[in-house]
């Protein structure tokens, strides 16, 4: 098996390592991920600068571009050929409900998808709110849980243009319950923006907010997570609200040219 590996947290990242060996004793690895953190960046490729592509260690190589960058030049000029898989983690952080919109991680996987590749992201839900030190955060088990789901299913099987989105509690591997199926939740954040005021007295913002729980639904992936299993949702590139479009469709609420 051949195996693209990417993230959002960078190249340097303690867990894009952790799962480097875990994938390397199943497969043959390469590493092409940002050169820094690109947290929260979302979908883009790097179109009005150029990209460097540079070696850091042995199958290892850093681009200053974002993890969509990362994967369209990994696939075009570091593998020869098509990889079996592209894997995209372990991120620092769960990507959970409207969060894959915003995730460089998922969008790396993402990229993956839209060039007909199967792919996998995987997040490690860190509490943020009780904050451990980087070397206590559980990236082995999150690594150690993907090479269990990817020995499982059947990547072939996989429909054209959809992509696996994989959140694993920060808990030991022996803690975990297990990989349960788990459609898309919703996540609040408070919104809150902070000014500050730079030393020429012009005003500057940090946006973000902070996380304030989720929709408390059962089967949806936060709600998973919560309950200690690792939650795995299949995601679509078609956006489209077939059920809305079907009841436009049919009740003539929309009607172009009238």
């Known amino acids: 098996m051949r195996i693209l590996l990417s993230n959002d947290d960078g190249v340097h990242a303690p867990g894009i ?11 043959q690895v ?6 820094e953190e690109k947290s929260t960046t979302g979908h883009s490729l790097t179109l009005h600068k150029p990209l460097r592509l540079i070696p850091t260690q042995k199958n290892f190589y850093g681009v200053n571009g974002s993890p969509a960058d990362c994967v369209y ?40 998808s839209i060039l007909g590749i199967p792919s996998i992201a995987v997040s490690l839900a860190v509490d ?7 070397n206590k955060l559980n990236y082995a088990a999150a690594s150690k849980m993907a090479v269990e789901l990817i020995k499982q299913i059947k990547l072939k099987a996989l429909p054209a243009h959809t992509l696996l989105n994989l959140n694993v509690p920060d808990l030991p591997f022996s803690r975990i319950k297990g990989i349960r199926l788990a459609r898309q939740g919703f996540r609040y954040y408070d919104g ?13 913002f940090w946006v973000g907010g902070q996380y304030r729980g989720y929709k408390k639904e059962a089967d949806t992936d936060c709600h998973v997570v919560e309950e200690g299993y690792a939650a ?26 009238k």
């Open 17 to 27: 390592k952790f799962l480097y060996d875990a994938l390397s004793k199943i497969a």
């Open 30 to 35: 390469w590493v092409v991920a940002p050169l």
């Open 73 to 112: 030049l990994g696939l075009r000029q570091i593998i020869k050929g098509t990889p079996d898989l592209v894997v995209s983690g372990p991120n620092r952080g769960a990507n959970l409900g409207q969060d894959v919109y915003y995730s460089g991680t998922v969008s790396a996987a993402r990229e993956a």
């Open 128 to 134: 943020f709110h009780n904050p451990k030190p980087e």
């Open 192 to 204: 809150a923006i902070l000014k500050r005021r730079d030393h020429r007295g012009k005003d500057y």
């Open 232 to 257: 795995l949702t299949p995601l679509k590139l078609d956006a489209t609200d077939y059920t809305t479009l079907a009841s436009w469709r049919r009740l003539d609420a929309f009607s172009p040219g």
